[in-house]
């Protein structure tokens, strides 16, 4: 059988208690395939000794004999020490929330330890450690703890609150799993290039990235498991490629075809007329290689009306911030309706958040409903009640587009004729999510197919993985703005200065603007996370919120940040919006397409924090109407001291990339530029937000960071299509997985 194909619950890996296989169900391990599935991160050498003395030089991994027993502090935080020493020194461990350990943990008795050491105090010490008991055969052979090279996981939260207890069960339940489960697995690559490749069978792989028996080995495994990742992405990429290449050929035939359709259908010339403006060149270039594309497909021989399958679009369209992309998405979702293939079309428009993905269905009630069409939102906390009718008037046709987050695709969901699907910011969505939006198309009632593709960036792709990953893609580019627009002035400001950028923006207030202030925190309540992640007191937006209205004490300044539920989200926005509110403190969750065309100041506290796309995409949050706007991007150069640090120990927070990236945000406004840079300081790994947003986030390849890998997999991939044109997949299986266990979008706080 298949890995996949292991849908067991975790509970059937025996010696997995009741409360433990409902952690691992909450923490999204439902099954065994998930389970052994959950790669390490890491992987800890135990395999050979390293002496006390040598703590320098990485982990410790030696016996010590345990010589005494102390304590310090009071109370609640009366903390165990113990004094241990072998062959080559002495340490002392501190059990921080472990006085356990002084009963384990006997006078004169020998352990085997493992852990990480640091010198302080005059002594060698260590608060995260493992130890157990050194004799008795048991440890030796069953220990989860030592010997060999020991996996260490992402640990889910249910799992986490004792690191160290939450990574050796998950150790034992995985290597259960191995014992009762790897030998049914079969390859998933082709046998013969697992032989070609020299890779190692699924089963043998499996076991080894957990549990392998050398480094060598566990490069061997995971070459293996990469790669057949990569094939499987390539396998899909190739098919439509090639699928799209047979349908370029027909197109050439009937040219008429295409002329006839990039022409305007109805619904669109209507709401053109309607519009104050006209769209920008780069804007008409797009909607008409959009309507030729959708033309063709109509008219392609197999795309009849029932016929399924065949040639559909699928357009990347690229525009930097503000150039004027929903309106193109809009155009592309009228055309969807005309059409429809004689039954009324849908559309569904998706935004990586709610607030932008309401922010397009107002847009769409305004711009739409005068048209005569029904645009709905749905969003993930509807009532029971609302969502029901929501679903049933989208089943029965009654709805023509549909605007919200990735929930328009929940397994629930289901379309009458689903015709065209927009994914606005997809570089905020993975690559495998892709497959669960076709697939709504192909179980729409109708049975009409694939719908039509159109994805939305900012964020320009770089070339390789425009040409692998994203390999059957047409691209649209919107190289210009709107008319009229006036580019953004940026400052630079110290910190000191903060208040000459108050006076500024209190000028522009004067005149009728409204202004954001953006701050790298939430704030006071959000929660230990983000106090643990920084070591500074920074600004934060619930604080400066107040702030703020004291500063600028006749306008009305409103809070937004991702903690807030989407209600009060709506409320700040609309209200500011609407005018009401002048100024908005947030934290980055305006980062992405929110579009308020009178705000003029944008500013940005702790600007050496954030990222150069996520400036970028700040700094277009204004610019959106005919006035001049500003950005201020407020840097600090010092981190700001905390009561009790060590004055020799402020760090400076301005590091030479930092600057780099605030000179970068003065000398350009053009987002290609700035996503170059972006590339050069960081380094093909981490390539604007991609990184974090699961872009690319396969189980373990790395399609950027692999991209040696991912040219091998596409070079077999595509000669096995190449033999065999009509080679069919049952299904991407492994993109499948990575489908279900796709953790949902979440927006980020920074
Ligand atoms: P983005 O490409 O960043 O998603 P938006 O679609 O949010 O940009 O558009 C930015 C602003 O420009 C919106 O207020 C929109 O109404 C306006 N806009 C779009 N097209 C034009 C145009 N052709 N002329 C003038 N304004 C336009
Ligand atoms: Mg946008």
Redesign the pocket.
């Known amino acids: 059988m298949f890995l996949r194909e292991l849908n067991k619950p975790p509970g059937s890996v025996k010696g997995v208690g009741e409360k433990t296989a409902a952690d691992l169900v909450l923490s999204g391990i439902s099954s065994v395939a998930a389970l052994l599935t959950h790669y390490p991160r890491d992987w800890e050498d135990r395999s050979h000794a390293a002496p006390l003395k040598n703590w320098s030089r990485g982990p410790v991994c030696t016996t010590v004999k345990i010589l005494a027993h102390d304590w310090f502090g009071f109370g609640k935080m009366r903390t165990l020490k113990i004094h241990v020493e072998d062959e080559s020194a002495r340490a002392v461990l501190v059990c921080f929330n472990r006085p356990f350990l002084g009963r384990v943990l006997e006078i004169g008795k020998s352990y085997r330890l493992w852990g990480k050491f640091y010198y302080k105090y005059g002594d060698i010490q260590s608060t995260s450690f493992e130890v157990e008991a050194e004799t008795g055969a048991a440890a030796e052979t069953g220990s989860t703890r030592f010997g060999g090279i020991l996996p260490v996981y992402p640990l889910p939260a249910k799992l986490g609150r004792v690191p160290s207890r939450g990574q050796n069960l998950l150790r034992r339940l995985v290597r259960q799993a191995l014992d009762q489960y790897s030998s049914l697995l079969d390859d998933e690559i082709p046998a013969s290039v697992i032989k070609t490749g020299g890779f190692l069978h699924k089963a043998e792989a499996i076991r080894a990235i957990h549990f392998p028996s050398s480094r060598a080995e566990l490069e061997h495994a995971r070459q293996t498991l990469i790669f057949e990742e990569l094939f499987y992405l390539e396998i899909n990429v190739g098919r439509r490629a090639a699928e799209r290449s047979r349908a370029r050929q027909l197109q050439a035939r009937s040219s008429a075809a295409a002329a006839h359709g990039a022409s305007l259908s109805p619904l669109q010339s209507e709401l053109l007329e309607r519009l104050p403006?006209?769209?920008?060149p780069g804007?008409e270039t797009a909607i008409a290689e959009i309507n030729a594309d959708m033309a063709f497909a109509d008219e392609a021989p197999g795309n009849q009306a029932d016929a399924g399958g065949g040639y559909s679009m699928a357009r990347l369209l690229q525009?930097?911030?503000?150039?004027?992309?929903?309106?193109v998405a809009f155009l592309a979702a009228l055309r969807a309706v005309d059409e429809g293939r004689g039954r009324a079309g849908q559309a569904a428009i998706m935004a990586p958040t709610e607030l932008l993905a309401r922010q397009h269905a107002e847009n769409a009630a305004r711009l739409l409903e005068p048209l005569g069409l029904r645009p709905a939102f749905l969003t993930g906390n509807l009532k029971a009640r609302g969502r029901n009718r929501l679903l049933a008037a989208l089943a029965d046709g009654e709805v023509d587009i549909i605007l919200g987050t990735h929930a328009l695709f929940s397994k629930d969901v289901v379309y009458r004729n689903l015709r065209l699907v927009v994914v606005?910011e997809q570089h905020r969505f993975g690559v495998t999510q892709r497959q669960a939006i076709l697939a709504k198309g192909e179980t729409s009632l109708l049975k009409s197919g694939a719908p039509h593709l159109l994805m939305?960036s900012?964020t320009p792709i770089p070339r390789t993985l425009a040409l692998t990953v994203f390999g059957d893609l047409d691209v649209s580019v919107i190289p210009d703005m709107?008319?009229?627009r006036k580019p953004v002035k940026t400052h630079l400001a110290k910190e000191s200065n903060a208040a000459k950028v108050y006076d500024f923006v209190r000028k522009e207030l004067e005149a009728g603007r409204q202004a954001y202030f953006v701050y790298p925190l939430i704030g006071d309540d959000a929660g230990m996370e983000e106090t643990r992640n920084t070591q500074a007191n920074l600004k934060d937006a619930v604080s400066m919120a107040g702030e703020l209205q004291r500063i600028f004490p006749q306008y009305p300044v409103a809070l937004i940040h991702s903690r807030l539920d989407d209600e009060q989200k709506r409320e700040a926005m609309e209200s500011f919006r609407r005018g009401e509110i002048k100024i908005l403190a947030a934290t980055s969750v305006v980062e992405v397409?929110v579009?308020v065309?009178n705000a003029s100041c944008m500013v940005v506290h702790h600007a050496e924090r954030f990222g150069l796309s996520a400036l970028h995409q700040l700094r277009?949050r204004v610019g959106?109407g005919g006035e001049k706007s500003y950005c201020f991007l407020i840097y600090s150069e010092e981190e700001p001291r905390q009561d009790g640090d060590d004055p020799a120990a402020a760090r400076p927070a301005l590091t030479d990339d930092g600057k780099q990236r605030l000179r970068v945000m003065l000398e350009s406004n053009d987002g290609f530029v700035i996503a170059e840079e972006d590339l050069k300081l960081r380094g093909p790994g981490q390539i604007a937000g991609i990184e974090q947003s699961g872009y690319l986030r396969l189980g373990i390849a790395d399609p950027v960071r692999d991209s040696g890998a991912l040219l091998a997999a596409r070079k077999e991939a595509f000669a096995m299509l190449e033999r065999d044109p009509g080679l069919l997949f049952p299904e991407n299986r492994v993109v499948a997985e990575v489908l279900e266990r796709a953790p949902p979008f979440t927006e980020t706080a920074m």
Request: charged content about 20%.
């Open positions: 403006f006209h769209l920008s804007q525009g930097d911030v503000g150039s004027g992309k929903t309106l606005d939305m900012a709107p008319p009229g397409g579009d065309p277009g959106r």
